[in-house]
């Protein structure tokens, strides 16, 4: 019977490494948020060094996707054998290749919801899997862009729809944090904290999706991920 890539499937399985890694995935994506946060907070009124802040806080996001993905590439064979500090240290050698292939990506999208939306989910889609192919394949930015189309072709209708359902649910948790934390958090450290909080729970989401759509389209097309 030939086989198939799943939205259930896929999501199924990356929630469940979420709630298996949960003790690794959310305590690193927490400091390292709330220390993108605190720097935010600190330079909200100042334009120059908020963007200076945004710049450090895209490189730390880029630098916990990249662990994130070497983290579920550790754990195919069933268990986390590397440390987070080898997770971390494995990204480095690409951390530059990733940053530069979220503001393509990050641009190319966008400019594409601009231009009535479908061509922006057209770059979602045959994009999905860029980060994997650079941090698993050492691949170059704009390589790593064209095996991710390679790899998605053929299942880009499942792939956009993974995307969405799991965009829906990191949208609609950090809308209940926001929510929350209107009610409770009174002073800029309480919001700080929760912003950091929002951060924690829904950026392995995103990073672990893509992860698992990567080593499944892999395994679809009978391939094997790079030692």
Not at 60 to 69: C, N, R, S
Not at 88 to 111: D, E, F, N, Y
Not at 117 to 143: C, K, Q, S
């Amino acid at each position: 019977m030939e086989r198939k890539l799943s939205v259930g499937e896929t999501l199924g399985e990356a929630f469940s490494i979420y709630r298996d890694q949960a003790g690794v995935l959310l305590p690193v994506a927490f400091w390292l948020f709330l220390a993108v946060a605190v720097l935010e907070g600190l330079t909200e009124d100042d334009a120059g060094w908020l963007l200076a802040a945004i710049v450090i806080g895209l490189v730390i996001a880029t630098l916990y996707q990249g662990m994130v993905v070497g983290l579920v590439q550790d754990v195919q064979d069933g268990r986390r054998d590397s440390s987070v500090g080898e997770l971390m240290r494995s990204v480095l050698p690409v951390l530059l290749p990733l940053v530069g292939a979220g503001i393509i990506l990050g641009l190319g999208i966008g400019i594409g919801f601009l231009l009535l939306v479908v061509p922006g989910l057209y770059l979602l889609t045959i994009w999905a899997v860029t980060a994997p192919a650079i941090v698993v394949e050492r691949r170059g930015v704009f390589d790593a862009l064209g095996r991710s189309r390679q790899l998605v072709r053929g299942n880009g209708w499942v792939v956009l729809g993974t995307i969405l359902i799991a965009f829906l649910i990191g949208i609609v948790v950090a809308i209940s944090l926001a929510w929350i934390a209107e009610e409770i958090a009174d002073g800029e450290i309480l919001k700080i904290v929760f912003s950091a909080l929002a951060s924690t729970v829904t950026a392995p989401i995103e990073a672990l999706v893509a992860s698992v759509l990567y080593f499944r389209l892999l395994d679809l097309q009978g391939e094997q991920p790079a030692a």
